[in-house]
C-alpha cells in the first residue's frame, strides 16, 4: 500500500468520530498523550513572550550576533519560567509558550510574576549585555482557560511529533504577546486580573507611594476590541 493511501486512512480515522477527552491536572509531557484519537483536557494558565522586530536584528546584524541574542533571551526567559514552576512548551524563533495549572488560583499569580520578573530580567537586569548589539523590545501575554491537549505528527521518532495546545486562552495569551511593547512590555486579560491578588495589583512608584499596578488595554480579538490590562512594573527574581 502506496502511502498516501495509508496516509488517507489514518485522516479519515482522526477526521470521522470523537476523541476520547481525558480530564486531568498535570500538565502532561509527549509521551503521556497517545498518538491516535485520544486527547486531555486542563484548565492552564498561558503565558506567551514575544520579540519585536526580530526580522530587522537579522537584517541589521551578522548570523553568529542573532544567534547569541536570541540564545540569551530565550535562556532568560526558560530560566525564569522554570524557576516560577512554569512548564515550557514551545519554542518558535523569537517566542516561548508555557503553561501553569491554573485548577488552583496559584497558577494564574505564578504565570503573571514570572511575566513581571521577565520585563525586570530583560528589561533592566540583563539590559546592558543586549544594548551593546541591540535595545530588546518585547511583549509577555497571559490569559487562562481550558486547554485540549493532542499529540500530533509521525509516529517514527521524537522529533517527528509534540503536543498541540488547543484552548482560546492559548490564542489570546499569543495574541497579546504580538502586541504588547515598551513600556508596558507586561498585558494580561481582564479574567487573569480578575484572580490577582492585592500584591500583584498594587506596586510601589519610585517615591515610595502604593499606586495601581495595571493600565487598560484593549486588543482585537473575534472581529471585536476586547479589554486588557497592561503595566510597566516589574518584579525583581531572586538574585541570591
Partial sequence: MGYIKELKNKIKDYMDG???????????????????KKAFKIKLASLCIDLRKSGDLLRIHDKETCGKIHKSYI????EIITKNHGQLRSFN???VLAFWNAEYQYGIWAAVIASL????????EFSKYFEKYSKLD??????FGDVYIVRAGLPRNDNNNNL?????????????????HSPFHVEISTDAHLNLGEDLLMGTDIYGVKRNMWSDGYVPWGGKCCKTKLTGYCIVADTV
Fill in 117 to 124: 520578573q521577565l520585563k525586570w530580567a530583560l528589561d533592566i
Fill in 75 to 78: 535562556t532568560i526567559a526558560s
Fill in 93 to 95: 524563533g523569537d517566542s
Fill in 138 to 143: 518585547f511583549g509577555i501575554g497571559v490569559d
Fill in 164 to 180: 498541540v495546545f488547543l484552548g482560546e486562552c492559548v490564542n489570546y495569551a499569543c495574541m497579546i504577546a504580538n502586541q504588547a
Fill in 18 to 36: 470523537d476523541y476520547e477527552v481525558t480530564e486531568t491536572n498535570t500538565i502532561p509531557s509527549p509521551e503521556d498523550v497517545p498518538l491516535g
